[in-house]
C-alpha cells in the first residue's frame, strides 16, 4: 500500500480556489446529511479569504494536494465568552472552525490525522487549550471531537444557531 506524504501549513493565496471547492462541497454534504449547519451562506469566499489573509486558514496536503481545511483563530471568538455551560480553562486558546474534507479524501481518517496535527501546532505556539464548536446535527463531527479527548463543556450561540462547545487541555 502506498503511504501518502502528509503536510499540515498556513494556507496560501493561490489554495483559495482549492479550500473553496473543499468548502463547497462540505456545504452539500451538510444539506444531503439533512443538517442546518452551513446552509445559511456561511461559510462563503470571503471567509476564506479573510482566514488566508490573517493567517487562520491551515491546510492538510497528501502528496502535495490540498486534502482538508481548518481554521485556527488565537482567543477570538466573542460568542465564547457567553457559554451555558463552563468551559474547562480562562487562558489562551486556539478555536477550530470549519473544518472540511475533500470528497476525494472522504472517509479514509484524514480528520483525525488534521485533528492531531492542530493540536501539535497549538503545543509548539505554547498554548494550553483548543476549544470547538459544532452543531448539534453534526455527528461525525461530535464522534471526532468526543473520540480526539476533547470535553463537553456546554452550548453557545453562534449566527447560525446554538452550537455546542468542546475544550481539550494539552498536556
Known amino acids: 500500500m502506498k503511504t501518502n506524504e502528509l503536510q499540515f501549513r498556513l494556507a496560501r493565496n493561490e489554495d483559495h480556489a482549492a479550500i473553496w471547492k473543499i468548502i463547497q462541497q ?4 451538510r444539506k444531503q446529511e439533512g443538517s442546518e449547519q452551513w446552509q445559511s451562506g456561511y461559510p462563503n469566499e470571503g471567509t476564506i479569504t ?6 487562520h486558514g491551515f491546510v492538510l496536503t497528501s502528496d502535495g494536494e490540498i486534502a482538508a481545511y481548518t ?8 460568542a465564547y465568552a457567553d457559554i451555558d455551560g463552563k468551559w474547562l480553562t480562562d487562558g489562551d486558546f486556539f478555536v477550530i472552525h470549519r473544518v472540511a474534507v475533500s470528497e476525494k479524501f472522504a472517509g479514509k481518517g484524514l480528520v483525525k490525522i488534521l485533528f492531531d496535527q492542530i493540536e501539535n501546532y497549538v503545543k509548539s505556539q505554547n498554548v494550553p487549550s ?11 463531527m461530535i464522534s471526532i471531537i468526543v473520540k480526539k479527548g476533547y470535553r463537553y463543556c456546554g ?3 453562534l449566527a447560525g444557531g446554538m452550537r455546542k462547545a468542546y475544550e481539550k487541555v494539552l498536556k
Do not use: G, H, Q, Y
Open 130 to 140: 483548543i476549544k470547538v464548536d459544532t452543531n448539534f446535527d453534526n455527528p461525525a
Open 26 to 29: 462540505a456545504i452539500d454534504r
Open 71 to 78: 481554521a485556527l483563530i488565537f482567543n477570538d471568538e466573542p
Open 50 to 55: 479573510e482566514d488566508i489573509t490573517s493567517n
Open 155 to 157: 452550548e453557545v450561540m
